[in-house]
C-alpha cells in the first residue's frame, strides 16, 4: 500500500541551531515530493517540489533547503534556524496525472524560541 | 504563476444550512482539483478529487463542482453539522500543488 512517513511530530528547537525534517514514501517510484509551510493562521505555502533525485524547485527565498537523496526521500534542512521559521511543515507526494491524488504526512511542528 | 483563491476566508452558519465554499484558479491547465479538511493543529484528510475532464463528485453530504474553463470550484455540504467545523482547503495540481488560504468554517449548534 502507499504511505508517507514524516518524522518528528514535533519539535522545539532554539535560534540558530539546525534541522533536519525526513519524508519518506513507500508503494510508489518516482513521485514528486512536495515541502509545504503553514505559519499560524496561515495557509499552506509550498517551499520545495522534486521530480526526482537531485531534482528540486525552490518557491521561496528562504532560510531553508530540500534534497532527495533517493527516489522516496526527501530532507528539508536548516543551517541555523530563525524565529520565523516556526510553523507546521506538510510534505506530500503524487504522481502527475488525472485521478492521481496527492497524500500527505501527519506533518511536523516546529517551534522555534 | 499558477494562484489559487478561497472565498469567502471565513463563514458562519447556523446548524442544517446548505452552503458552498468557493475556489478559483487563475491557471486551467491542471491535472486534478482538491478539497481538503484541516482541524485546529492537524494534518489534512482528503474529502474529494475531481479530475479535469470530470464536472463534479460526490461523497455523502459533500458534493464539489468543477468547471475547468472559467477557472472554478465549489464545495458543497448539505446539512451542516457542529462537527463539519474546520478549514476547508483547495488544491489544484498541474505541475505541482498549489492551495487556497482555506475557509474557516463554523457551524453554530
Known amino acids: 500500500s502507499q504511505t508517507i512517513h514524516q518524522w518528528p511530530a514535533t519539535l522545539v528547537q532554539p535560534v540558530g541551531s539546525p534541522l533536519s525534517l525526513e519524508c519518506t514514501v513507500e508503494g510508489t517510484s518516482n513521485p514528486n515530493l512536495y515541502w509545504y509551510r503553514q505559519a499560524a493562521g496561515r495557509g499552506l505555502q509550498l517551499l520545495f517540489y522534486?521530480?526526482?533525485?537531485?531534482?528540486i524547485s525552490s518557491e521561496v527565498p528562504q532560510n531553508l533547503s530540500a534534497s532527495r537523496p533517493q527516489d522516496r526521500q526527501f530532507i528539508l534542512s536548516s543551517k541555523k534556524l530563525l524565529l520565523s521559521d516556526s510553523g507546521f511543515y506538510l510534505c506530500a507526494w503524487s504522481v502527475p496525472g488525472q485521478g492521481a491524488r496527492a497524500f500527505f504526512g501527519q506533518g511536523t511542528r516546529l517551534t522555534v524560541v | 504563476k499558477q494562484e489559487v483563491t478561497q472565498i469567502p476566508a471565513a463563514l458562519s452558519v447556523p446548524e442544517g444550512e446548505n452552503l458552498v465554499l468557493n475556489c478559483s484558479f487563475t491557471d486551467s491547465a491542471i491535472y486534478n482539483l482538491q478539497w481538503f479538511r484541516q482541524d485546529p493543529g492537524k494534518g489534512l484528510t482528503s474529502l474529494l478529487l475531481i479530475q479535469s475532464s470530470q464536472r463534479e463528485q460526490t461523497s455523502g453530504r459533500l458534493n464539489a463542482s468543477l468547471d475547468k474553463s472559467s477557472g472554478r470550484s465549489t464545495l458543497y455540504i448539505a446539512a451542516s453539522q457542529p462537527g463539519d467545523s474546520a478549514t476547508y482547503l483547495c488544491a489544484v495540481e498541474g505541475d505541482k500543488i498549489i492551495f487556497g488560504k482555506g475557509t474557516r468554517l463554523h457551524i453554530l449548534p
Open positions: 522534486s521530480i526526482g533525485i537531485d531534482q
